[in-house]
């Protein structure tokens, strides 16, 4: 769309402005979002501005601070361009007060910048609003925190309610101390020599702008460009320390997780082979549990059999002697039968606990309760354990085949909570190895997620990218399921990186699933990462760095669920 310059349009910018609305008017409305807005800003300046500055610029100049027509299209890019250029020297002037390149000035040094900026309008009811609406009150103030109060221009309405504020605290009797007074005195005078200075750099800034639309008339200034190399160097070092200190800091996180992973795994072993031999042990008891089972059942029927004759017997005998001999005997058999039931069902329960076989352990359990069994071996309490066990295993592998970090950690616990970390040790060691890198997955894409719009826009400003960065942007939309070949030309590319909504890289990141990528494109993209190294490619750049980290980790899953590990190492 080119330069915002003036403060009229010209027909023929009035028409580009209104094709530019009817591009990211994608539905027709009339109006844009603010999401839209930035956008197409975003489009314009390499970066863009912050969501919050949109919001604040949509307010300043909209009609309705949501939503903005196309009549108010050219005034709220201006108000956006006047944030864009003002936010360049504020985060300059930010960083000499950041001396410990800590990203974070005190409250009383943010103050004074806000008062240096804004002048005789600084608007004291403001900053005490600022402060009360921090989310942590007295910490350390960010950049971010205060950029939208720095651009901020003071409405009417503003210098309304101040002087109304000036006029109760008269009326109140609030008279500044002696030394407040001298403290205001020492504000303002070096706020006359930072509004000097800012207006001195601003009048520069304006002669640079003026000088980069007139071809050929740009001067070169040795002071000027030595200045500018020395800021170059000072902000190269600056994010190459930064991007050091966050890679020894994940360095050391992904070492304590692999100690701890390795020390898991060893405990876990142990309780396996405790496990084993426990069961073992076991076993042994149950070894003849089948041919008991079967010798009572047959028992069972031969005292069914002798019951059947006795009552049959009964019918007929008329003798009370041998009448009473015949029902003594009923009652015997019927005890011995009594005995013989339970006898079956307590070995029917040992069978299941030996088989270990889910449903035949529900139904002995029931019959087994049902029939109110005295439990003299302690089998009810073992088999209802097993079954828990057993449950929690079948669980624990739904989990573990599904990938999802929230359920596979609540098999986890379930079983910890059932004290089943000995019976399950094997199952329990392959769902850590599972949730270990699932968690790095989600600790990536958390790293994408975070990615700053201007990181991207940087990748996508290449006319000529540096081999590495064109080489990881391959890989990366590789595995994200296009070809090669249309890689193979950068413009194609910046095309692919500039897509925004469902089609933006951020948002493919995040929904990438390893399962439904095929092996060939996995290997094609490892071959490629093979090539480069990642201290390389951060070199070069962030992006393509948090990308390459990226593609290494779903390609490694990807290898593993293949069970082709030997192959990737």
């Not at 109140?172 to 006359?192: D, N, Q, T, V």
């Not at 005295?374 to 085949?401: F, P, Q, W």
């Not at 990748?459 to 090669?484: C, D, N, W």
Request: with cysteine.
């Amino acid at each position: 769309m080119g330069e915002l310059q003036g403060d009229m349009l010209t027909d023929d910018n009035t028409n580009v402005l209104h094709q530019t609305f009817k591009q990211y008017d994608r539905l027709g409305k009339g109006e844009l979002a603010p999401h839209e807005i930035q956008s197409l800003h975003g489009d314009i300046r390499m970066g863009g501005i912050s969501y919050p500055q949109v919001l604040a610029s949509m307010k300043y100049v909209c009609a309705t601070h949501d939503t903005c027509t196309e009549d108010e299209l050219f005034n709220l890019l201006q108000e956006m361009d006047r944030r864009f250029f003002l936010l360049q020297d504020l985060r300059w002037e930010f960083s000499l007060l950041d001396r410990d390149q800590r990203d974070t000035i005190t409250i009383e040094q943010a103050r004074w910048m806000v008062q240096a900026v804004h002048g005789k309008n600084f608007s004291k009811r403001k900053w005490a609003d600022f402060l009360r609406k921090r989310a942590i009150p007295g910490t350390r103030v960010a950049f971010q925190e205060i950029e939208v109060l720095l651009c901020n221009v003071k409405s009417s309405l503003d210098v309304l309610k101040d002087r109304e504020d000036e006029e109760r605290e008269r009326r109140e009797g609030k008279i500044p101390s002696r030394s407040e007074r001298e403290e205001r005195e020492r504000l303002a005078e070096e706020e006359a020599l930072m509004e000097k200075e800012r207006q001195r750099r601003l009048r520069e800034e304006e002669r640079r702008r003026k000088e980069e639309t007139h071809e050929g008339d740009v001067i070169a200034i040795e002071d000027d460009v030595g200045k500018l190399e020395e800021l170059q160097r000072h902000d190269d070092e600056a994010r190459r320390r930064m991007m050091e200190e966050e890679e020894e800091r994940r360095r050391l996180q992904r070492q304590k997780e692999e100690e701890e992973r390795l020390l898991e795994e060893q405990r876990l072993r142990e309780l396996e082979e405790e496990e084993a031999r426990r069961r073992q042990d076991e076993m042994e008891k149950y070894k003849d549990a089948e041919k008991i089972l079967e010798d009572t059942h047959e028992k069972e029927k031969d005292l069914e059999e002798q019951l059947r004759i006795v009552r049959e017997k009964l019918k007929v005998e008329t003798d009370e002697r041998k009448r009473k001999e015949l029902e003594e005997e009923e009652q015997r058999l019927l005890k011995l039968l009594y005995d013989l039931k339970h006898k079956r069902l307590r070995y029917n329960l040992k069978v299941a606990i030996k088989e270990k076989d889910k449903y035949k352990l529900q139904y002995s359990i029931t019959e087994f309760k049902t029939e109110k069994v005295e439990d003299v071996d302690m089998d009810l309490e073992k088999a209802e354990k097993l079954l828990r066990e057993i449950t929690s295993r079948d669980n624990l592998r739904k989990a573990m085949s599904r990938r999802e970090i929230e359920e596979l950690e609540k098999a986890i616990n379930i079983i910890k909570k059932n004290g089943l970390e000995i019976q399950l040790a094997r199952e329990l060691r392959d769902a850590y190895e599972i949730l270990t890198r699932l968690r790095k997955i989600q600790r990536i894409r958390s790293e994408i997620l975070e990615l700053k719009q201007s990181t991207v826009a940087e990748i996508r400003s290449y006319q000529k990218p540096p081999p590495v960065v064109h080489t990881v942007m391959t890989a990366t939309f590789l595995i994200l399921g296009h070809q090669e070949k249309e890689t193979k030309d950068w413009k194609n590319v910046q095309a692919l990186v500039g897509k925004t909504g469902k089609e933006g890289l951020k948002r493919r990141c995040l929904e990438c699933n390893a399962a439904k990528i095929s092996t060939a494109a996995a290997s094609r993209a490892k071959e490629l990462l093979d090539k480069q190294e990642l201290d390389e490619v951060r070199d070069v750049s962030a992006g393509a760095a948090t990308f390459y980290v990226f593609v290494d980790t779903i390609v490694s899953e990807i290898f593993m669920e293949a069970g082709s590990v030997l192959d990737w190492f």
